[in-house]
Each structure stands twice: as C-alpha cells, then as structure tokens.
C-alpha cells in the first residue's frame, strides 16, 4: 500500500498496482463498493466483486474498488479488506453528501456512483464503471427522490459506464432529468437506454457510438470544451443474461406496495426492493445483476484503454 496526504489533509491509500498503474497513465477503472456491502449477498458479492475485477484485468485497465476507511480513501481491494466489507452489515451507505462525515469519524463506508466519482476524480482516476446509476425514482413528482448520482455526473469530471438505471426507477424521467442537467449520454454498441438486466426500456439512447476511440475522443473534447461534469457510457446487458422485462415489472409492482405499507423511503429503499425482486423472481435478478455488472467492467476497461492511449 502507498500512502498520500494531500495538503488539504485528505489521506488517500493505493495499492500498488493502483499507483503504479496511475504513475505510469495506465488504464486504471474506478469501482464502486456499495455493490459489494449492499448491492449482492454474502457469498455473491465477493464472488461478483472478483469476476468485476477480473473483467477489468482481461480488457486491459487495473480495477481500483474504492473504500473508505480508517480517514482515509482506499484505491483497490484485497481478499482480507473484500471479506470485510462483504461480510459486515454495519458498513454504511456513502454518497457523495455524507463522504466528509465518514472521514472525520474515520469509520468505514461504502461508496455509492456519486461518492466514487468524487474519489475517482480525486486520484485521477478518468473512468468509473457501475451496474447501475441511481435515478429518479417513481413517485418522485411527490417525494421528490432523485439520486445525488445525477447531479454528481454534473460536477465531477469522470466518465461514468452503466448498464442504464433499474426499472424500480422512472427511467423517462431519469432521462429528461439529465437532459435538463447537460450530462452527455451515449450508448455503447446500442441505440438503447438499458434498464440493466431487463431486455430493453424501450427507450432510446441520444447518441451512439461503436467504437471505444470514438467514446474516448468524445470524452476528451467534452473536457476541452471546459463544461463541468462528466460523460455517462450507457452498456446494454448481453441478450442471454437479460430478464423478461415483464417478469420484472410484476416483481416490482408487489415490491413497490409493500415498500409502501412498512414505509420504506429514502437511501434504504434501493436494496429494500433489489432484495423483494430477488426473492420474487428465485434469484434471477441477482444473478443478472452480476452479468451485467461484468459487461459494464469490460466495457468501461476497452474506453479507459482507449482513453489512456488517445488522450493527448
Ligand atoms: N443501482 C443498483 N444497485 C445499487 C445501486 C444502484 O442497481 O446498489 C446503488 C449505487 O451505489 C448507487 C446508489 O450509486 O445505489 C444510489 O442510491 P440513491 O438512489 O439512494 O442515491
Ligand atoms: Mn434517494
């Protein structure tokens, strides 16, 4: 591990491979750990944590998972810190607003989209890859629950690769919403905007692009251009790990009520209703959800290769 104080008294901690990697401008994919401590169960996501990072290892790029830690933010994992974090039910949630807090209490934490691009970009880490982005979530013309991962995409200058967002989301209006917001979105090797593990949304991407060069020139001159933010690199899920979109939204609207009646809002309801999903449709939606979590890491590895050779 290399440690590093930065003069504003942040502690960042790499491993090895990770600075070695960035001190040499190798391909290095940002990773979330939120996936691991809330996203999947034991043993899943240690099992899903692994496959991500040797998704990002096969395309090329070094996968730097991110945890915080002890004051400090950790770039990269190892199977003592995995079994930790994928065991521990304490760990909490971290988004990007509750970052500061978990430092100064130098407790541990899981990092959400937003609060790994704030590290991300902290280390110089271009790209970030995640199954799925938070987005505005049904009923949110009444409750008004939109993710910070969107507005997070408008300040931090890290490209972001998903398979879309879950259709526990309103996916129409997590679309308009980062139309609103500026936030370039392209998909990859697609004209849709996936809905993660379902088949399609059946809505479509703005832009599309086939080849990751054309992805990296894109990011670059978005940067150039001096706007604030970052791209969002949308993946579909391969066809065969894919779920009837059906099957999904039947699952979901039981899940929803009962979210409903035990009351279930703000940053828990998430993994409340993954969990409801799981268990309605036998485990599919968990083991999709770790398929589509190795596609978005491959892919995001061939864009930060392409990244790292074009970028001038
Ligand atoms: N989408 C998923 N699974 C997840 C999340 C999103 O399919 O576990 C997590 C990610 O870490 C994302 C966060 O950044 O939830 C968004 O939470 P919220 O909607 O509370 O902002
Ligand atoms: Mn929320």
């Known amino acids: 591990m290399k440690h590093f104080d930065t003069d504003h008294g942040l502690t960042f ?4 491979e990770v600075a070695d990697a960035l001190a040499e401008g190798q391909p290095v994919v940002a990773l979330e750990s939120n996936v691991i401590t809330h996203g999947l169960r034991y043993p899943h996501n240690i099992a899903a944590a692994q496959d991500i990072e040797a998704a990002v290892r096969a395309n090329g790029a070094v996968p730097a998972t991110i945890f915080i830690e002890d004051g400090a933010i950790v770039y990269g994992s190892d199977p003592q810190r995995l079994e930790r974090y994928a065991t521990s039910d304490g760990i909490p949630k971290v988004s990007s607003r509750d970052l500061p807090f978990v430092l100064a209490n130098r407790s541990p934490g899981a990092t959400t989209v937003a609060s790994s691009l704030i590290c991300a970009q902290w280390a110089g880490i271009p790209i970030f890859s995640s199954a799925g982005i938070g987005g505005v979530h049904r009923g949110a013309q009444d409750n008004m629950d939109v993710s910070a991962d969107l507005i997070q995409f408008t300040r931090s200058r890290v490209t972001t690769v998903c398979a879309g967002a879950k259709m526990i989301l309103d996916l129409p209006l997590t679309l308009e919403f980062l139309e609103t917001h500026c936030v370039p979105l392209v998909a990859y ?16 991407c703005p832009q599309r692009m086939d080849d990751p060069h054309s992805i990296a020139r894109a990011i670059n001159l978005h940067a150039a ?19 009837p979109t059906q099957v999904a939204e039947d699952a979901l609207a039981t899940a929803l009520k009962r979210a409903e009646s035990a009351n279930i809002v703000g940053p828990g309801l998430t993994k409340f209703l993954m969990r409801q999903l799981e268990e309605a449709t036998g485990g599919q939606t968990a083991r999709a959800n770790a398929a589509v979590l190795i596609s978005t890491a491959s892919a995001a590895a061939e864009i930060a290769v392409a990244l ?3 970028t001038p």
């Open 189 to 204: 090797k697609s004209d849709d905007f996936p809905a993660f593990f379902c088949e399609t949304s059946g809505l479509k």
């Open 225 to 243: 251009s001096g706007a604030p933010g970052g791209v969002v690199v949308t993946v579909p899920p391969r066809p065969e790990d894919a779920i």
């Open 13 to 16: 901690k790499f491993q090895t």
């Open 308 to 310: 790292a050779a074009d």
